[in-house]
């Protein structure tokens, strides 16, 4: 049986959405009051997990998924062992350093050396920081990052940028993009090689289905 994992949180109604189009129904995850965390679709045809975001392609890697959808984001920052298949066009937001409006810094090259930098995005973070040849110090947090230049803990953060609001609203400019992120598809290298379960046809439906959604 084909075994897909899906992300809790701002991916998964696109998620859901994609694997409809392929004839996999999955909109149980999309009850609030539901809590099982593994179903089947209504054809007995695939089963899928519901897991928190970072942990979709740790399911893949160690193969108890074929499938899996993450954003490049979460690929970036893990380099999980995976087999990348899919642009999927969904979740598009960008990862970008920010400081706040009233600092002097305009770019992450203004900032001192040996400041501090927070994120939930720390091999990113490390990985941009190392090369501009700039040294900082990354403070890990797991959310609401922009509170680090706000209280004064960090000059700046590598964040997710979306619509921007969020900085906005905080008081904080966008001063540098480190790269820009989608949903994607992944599957577990073995399984894509031996093609079990059929998974070539899978891939090729979700694939037609994302360019007519396009
Ligand atoms: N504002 C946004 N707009 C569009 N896509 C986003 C936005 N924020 C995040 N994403 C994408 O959706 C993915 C999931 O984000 P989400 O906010 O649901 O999870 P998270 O808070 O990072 O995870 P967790 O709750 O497990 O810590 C991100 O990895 C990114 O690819
Ligand atoms: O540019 P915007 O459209 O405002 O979106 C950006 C926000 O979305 C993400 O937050 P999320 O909701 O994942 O919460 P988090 O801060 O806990 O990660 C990201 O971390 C930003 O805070």
Request: charged share 20%.
């Amino acid at each position: 049986m084909l075994t897909v994992v899906l992300p809790k949180g701002a991916l998964l109604p696109d998620s859901i959405r994609l694997l409809k189009a392929v004839g996999l129904d999955f909109s149980v995850f999309l009850d609030p009051a539901n809590r099982l965390l593994q179903i089947t679709d209504p054809t007995g045809t695939a089963k899928a997990f519901l897991v928190r975001n970072y942990d979709v392609p740790v399911y893949v890697e160690y193969g108890q998924a074929q499938l899996g959808i993450i954003g490049y984001d979460v690929l970036r920052e893990k380099v999980p062992q995976v087999a990348h298949l899919a642009d999927l066009g969904f979740g598009k937001c960008r990862m970008s350093v920010a400081v706040k409006q009233s600092s002097p810094y305009r770019s992450a090259l203004d900032l001192p050396l040996y400041g501090r930098v927070a994120s939930k995005f720390v091999h990113c973070s490390r990985e941009y920081f190392d090369s501009l040849d700039l040294p900082v110090e990354i403070v890990p947090l797991y959310g609401s990052v922009e509170l680090g230049p706000i209280t004064g803990m960090s000059e700046a953060i590598v964040d997710l940028v979306a619509t921007g609001t969020t900085l906005r609203e905080n008081g904080l400019i966008e001063t540098d993009v480190l790269f820009e992120s989608t949903a994607r598809l992944i599957a577990h290298p073995l399984s894509y090689r031996l093609n079990t379960d059929s998974l070539s046809e899978w891939i090729e439906k979700l694939r037609s289905a994302v360019a007519i959604a396009a």
